[in-house]
């Protein structure tokens, strides 16, 4: 019996760890800038875009580029995600979880570096998709036979009439 209520008491507490969690994650946010300052992203700690601000400049800035530096400032604002996710497992729930590093590894794969230079993030912008390979062609219609027209080609004999009449022989 004693086991029973120790086990009990640990499930108890287990999901008072993570409601515990699910509180400080749903109150985490990371705030972004671009290099200027004149772009300022916020995501939750699912990823999701909560706030952006576009300061005024003293010159316009092409579309293209505008939209780039938010997607900059959104990727590398996104790629902090993990880490404080890390830091509210560990004050939550401890290195020993079991689930830390299932709840990690998911977290990273959903939220990755960016590539960290310029350059290299262009090209890893700008990199095409794969193509996907072309489906073969079908194959040819089967001519139809003579007289034929605008019928199909059946008889009307019993698909397996062959099959009993060689029986009955």
């Known amino acids: 019996m004693a086991g029973n209520a120790d086990w009990q008491r640990q499930v108890a507490e287990n999901a008072k760890r993570y409601r515990e969690l699910d509180e400080r994650v749903s109150q985490l946010s990371i705030t972004e800038k671009s290099r ?4 300022i992203v916020t995501v939750s700690a699912t ?10 400049r003293w010159h316009p800035v092409p579309e293209p580029e505008l939209a780039e530096q938010i997607m900059a400032c959104l990727k590398r604002a996104q790629a902090k995600i993990p ?11 401890g290195e020993q979880d079991s689930s830390t590093h299932l709840i990690l590894a998911g977290t990273r794969r959903s939220f990755p570096e960016p590539p ?33 027209e605008g019928t199909d080609d059946w008889d009307g004999r019993p698909v397996l009439e062959d099959v009993w009449n060689k029986e009955e022989l």
Do not use: N
């Open 47 to 56: 990823g999701v875009l909560t706030d952006l601000v576009l300061k005024e």
């Open 83 to 93: 880490g404080l996710m890390a830091k509210a497992i560990e004050d939550t729930l």
């Open 116 to 148: 960290p230079d310029p350059a290299s993030r262009a090209a890893w912008q700008a990199a095409p998709p794969p193509r996907p390979k072309p489906e073969p062609a079908p194959p040819p219609a089967e001519p139809r036979r003579a007289g034929a």
């Open 36 to 39: 200027d300052g004149t772009v």
